[in-house]
């Protein structure tokens, strides 16, 4: 994929991945405010107990610029094969590039070949609706704001209830 004259790949994170993701993750959230900081050890908690279902890179230049991951999440009325999106992470001086809309993109894509019947996600709607996203009467997830949760179905189907996500999310080191 191109944007802005400069070429980038969209591929699965590989083992020797591990370290740049958690850069990358880092210096992504490092100056927002809303994050605690701790993405890095939720994708890192993620992969480790077997829970990360789409892991994938963006490579730029010799190196990764981009991460997403895309976890399972259970909901209380019982709907199967939903998954949250996030962390999404771009290098400050790579975002804007279109790099964040490939990797979610593709992803998406992904889901779809795993036969996913949804994805939910903490976020803007201002950016993620252009993917589809949006809120969804019915479905909720503890804590966070109505207008910052988002949903997308991909089979049509809308469940209810509380969503959860991975015990991973509370990984703080």
Not at 60 to 80: M, N, T
Not at 132 to 137: A, N
Request: charge should be negative; charged fraction near 20%.
């Amino acid at each position: 994929m191109t944007t802005a004259n400069r070429a980038f790949e969209i591929r699965d994170e590989a083992a020797d991945d591990l370290q740049a993701i958690a850069a990358v993750t880092m210096a992504a959230f490092h100056d927002m405010d809303i994050s605690a900081h701790t993405e890095q050890f939720i994708i890192a908690a993620l992969r480790d107990s077997g829970a990360l279902a789409v892991s994938l890179v963006a490579w730029q230049e010799g190196r990764i610029v981009g991460h997403i991951a895309f976890s399972r999440v259970s909901i209380s009325d019982g709907a199967a094969d939903w998954y949250c999106l996030g962390p999404v992470s771009v290098l400050p001086e790579c975002q804007g590039q279109g790099i964040g809309s490939a990797l979610i993109g593709q992803g998406l894509t992904r889901l779809r070949r795993l036969n996913a019947k949804g994805c939910v996600l903490v976020g803007r709607p201002g950016f993620y609706s252009r993917f589809g996203f949006g809120r969804r009467d019915g479905l909720t997830y503890e804590g966070v704001p109505p207008e910052a949760f988002l949903a997308l179905s991909l089979d049509g189907r809308w469940p209810q209830g509380e969503v959860k996500d991975h015990l991973a999310f509370r990984a703080t080191q």
